[in-house]
Nanobody, 127 residues
Framework: EVHIVESGGGLVQAGGSLRLSCAAS????????IGWFRQAPGKAREGVSC????????DYADSVKGRFTIPSDNAKNTVYLQMNNLKPEDTGVYYC????????????????????WGKGTQVTVSA
């Protein structure tokens, strides 16, 4: 059975950092694109970042470029979202998802669709 579990969310002041983890079981990330998404109250879900595991290519939404990175640990079958210099507008539920498609741009994620989703972890950034 496939599971994706996010962890690491919490409350942080603006300018602070958090590292989210995305752990998979029941399958290995190696053949997938892994994406991080977020959804603020009343807003649509948006793609934040993705990594293509086959070659390590990454992409970021313009709103997080230069502040977020998406490292991974193959041995742990885990992908992270390192979030630095957090802003109040980064607040939301953060989700991790995988797609068997090769997604080079996080902006195109809806075109390909994601196969498995986690349940999300809350990130709240106070001003």
């Amino acid at each position: 059975e496939v599971h994706i579990v996010e962890s690491g969310g919490g409350l942080v002041q603006a300018g602070g950092s958090l590292r989210l983890s995305c752990a998979a079981s029941g399958f290995t990330f190696d053949d997938y694109t892994i994406g991080w998404f977020r959804q603020a109250p009343g807003k649509a879900r948006e793609g934040v970042s993705c990594i293509t595991r086959s070659d390590g290519a990454t992409d970021y939404a313009d709103s997080v470029k230069g502040r977020f990175t998406i490292p991974s640990d193959n041995a742990k079958n885990t992908v992270y979202l390192q979030m630095n210099n957090l802003k109040p507008e980064d607040t939301g539920v953060y989700y991790c998802a995988s797609s068997y498609s090769t997604i080079r741009s996080i902006r195109t994620w809806e075109r390909y669709g994601m196969d498995y989703w986690g349940k999300g972890t809350q990130v709240t950034v106070s001003a």
